[in-house]
């Protein structure tokens, strides 16, 4: 596996139109992506149409990676989470949320040190701690994109209850992950 | 629960919200106002972008999934778009009769092996890969026999330029590409793989360079990468 500064050189080149490089990301990176789809859409074809649309918009859209603060994967992965996302709720619900665009913010902010793979222990430690009904909401919320209707009807608790529930916890999480 | 009250200040409702929107979660009216919030307020983003590297920490709980080939060939055709590619344009384009074109499609996907070099393609093949330039007048498909430690690949348009061969390479992880043996003649080819090999295959590429004869001369490709196509599932 290509490590973040061999993702990094690989969108570089694919920006500057180097289709041999877009090639070798695709290469490198599909796999993960195309797992993280699976989970949330519900058809392997959607899946790979979903695939398709965020590998289009990473060669059309390689050049403002380097604004973004975001991590090489943290970009990529959020690209097709959003994607599978937007083509679930369409199919399933019908509605449209919009979905943060990990593209659109430009301007970089003090804060947005991407953090390292070695922070994940950390992460996964800070779910401990949650209620392990919440902090399983969470990861599905995450994972399987999945509302919060979904959510509470999963769960058999009232909307307003999950939703609570998450709040609380994503409080929790980030005092938790500040530590 | 501690005695205090949760949100009492605007900043920890501040990193809920951004949370709640990095997961996606909030209804789109609230997805709405907050994007709109987000456009002059960088602190804002910057905790939105800190939900988001946290929680992509959660996908390392996901098994990667090798795509299949046709997405890879899909995605190109989307963005390079010119004549249309894979086989069945392929084949309209150097004037092959379709009926033909489709048997030979199916004599490859079936592992019916109706050609006259006695080179057999995988009956179950692990690994495909369509190796292709980019003006498509080069196309070799490429298929992995795990059981033989074998590349079984089918140049189907385009050549070795004269007097010069075509060399097959692997490009997998960050390490230099390494040969995998130069295309014969004949359309169809069988390429063992060394045993080191054959665990790396997973989530690399093929590429095709233009070469002396005899191959490169070098550990690495000298002449013009002329076409690649990473390795997917059948």
């Known amino acids: 596996m290509a490590d973040r500064a061999d993702i990094e050189t690989l969108i570089a080149r694919t920006a500057s139109g180097d289709r041999v490089a877009f090639s070798a990301l695709y290469a490198a990176t599909s796999a993960k992506l195309f797992g993280v789809i699976l989970r949330i859409v519900s058809t392997r074809s959607e899946a790979e149409e979903t695939l398709q649309e965020v590998y289009v918009r990473v060669w059309h859209t390689a050049g403002r990676y380097d604004a973004d603060c975001l991590s090489p994967m943290t970009w990529l992965i959020t690209s097709a989470r959003n994607a599978a996302i937007d083509r679930r709720r369409r199919t399933i619900h019908g509605i449209e949320a919009p979905l943060p665009d990990p593209l659109s913010d430009t301007a970089p902010g003090p804060e947005a040190q991407a953090i390292d793979a070695s922070d994940r222990p950390r992460l996964t430690a800070c779910f401990d701690e949650l209620a392990p009904d919440r902090a399983g909401a969470m990861r599905r919320a995450y994972l399987e994109g999945k509302t919060y209707a979904e959510l509470a009807a999963q769960y058999g608790v009232p909307l307003n209850t999950m939703r609570t529930w998450l709040r609380q916890s994503l409080l929790r999480l980030r005092e938790c992950l500040a530590r | ?234």
């Open chain 2, 1 to 234: 629960m501690s005695g205090r009250p949760y949100w009492d200040e605007d900043r920890d409702e501040d990193k809920v919200l951004a949370g709640e929107y990095a997961l996606g979660l909030l209804p789109p009216d609230e997805a709405a106002g907050f994007a709109a919030r987000l456009g002059e307020n960088a602190a804002l983003r910057a905790l939105v972008r800190q939900w988001t590297e946290d929680f992509t920490g959660l996908s390392d709980l996901v098994e990667p999934q090798v795509p299949p080939v046709r997405v890879h060939q899909a995605i190109e055709a989307r963005i390079f778009s010119g004549p249309a590619r894979g086989p069945l344009g392929l084949f309209r384009r150097v004037g092959v009769p379709m009926l033909t074109a489709a048997a030979l499609i199916l004599a490859l996907f079936l592992g019916i092996d109706h050609g006259p070099s006695g080179v057999h393609p995988p009956v179950a093949p692990v690994y495909r890969a369509e190796i292709e330039a980019t003006d498509g007048g080069l196309y070799v498909a490429a298929a992995y026999d795990a059981g033989a430690g074998e590349f079984y690949v089918e140049r189907r348009a385009g050549a070795a330029r004269p007097g010069r061969v075509l060399e097959l390479w692997l490009i997998e992880g960050d390490g230099p590409p390494v040969s995998l043996g130069v295309l014969p003649e004949a359309a169809r080819a069988r390429l063992p793989v060394a045993e080191p090999l054959r665990a790396r295959l997973e989530g690399g590429i093929l590429a095709l360079s233009d070469e002396p004869s005899g191959g490169s001369p070098d550990r690495s490709p000298t002449g013009d990468v002329l076409a690649v196509g990473p390795l997917g599932t059948p």
